[in-house]
């Protein structure tokens, strides 16, 4: 799956690294609203260009996993400022 590696010379690979990096630090720096998102603009980073295959769980399903999201941030990041803003999707 990886073989593109085998080809690239050091400076594509250093390309490369900090290409995928960018993408880590822009999903990590999410915030607010934008946590309830999934982010495909992080999976075209790979070179594979597929068609993500998601599956979405019924309303009640997904809501009660939102709340656990939400549950695991005020365990995982209780300082974390509040964003008590709406979303205007």
Not at 57 to 85: E, T, V
Request: charged share 30%.
């Amino acid at each position: 799956m990886d073989d593109d590696l085998q080809a690239l010379d050091r400076d594509a690979l250093i390309a490369e690294v900090k290409k995928l990096r960018a993408g880590i630090r822009q999903h990590r720096d999410s915030t607010g609203h934008e946590l309830c998102w999934h982010h495909p603009d992080l999976w075209d980073l790979l070179p594979e260009k597929t068609e993500p295959s998601i599956a979405v769980p019924p309303w009640p399903k997904f809501m009660r996993g939102c709340i656990h999201y939400r549950q695991s941030l005020d365990n995982q990041a209780p300082d974390a400022p509040i964003h008590d803003k709406e979303f205007n999707g």
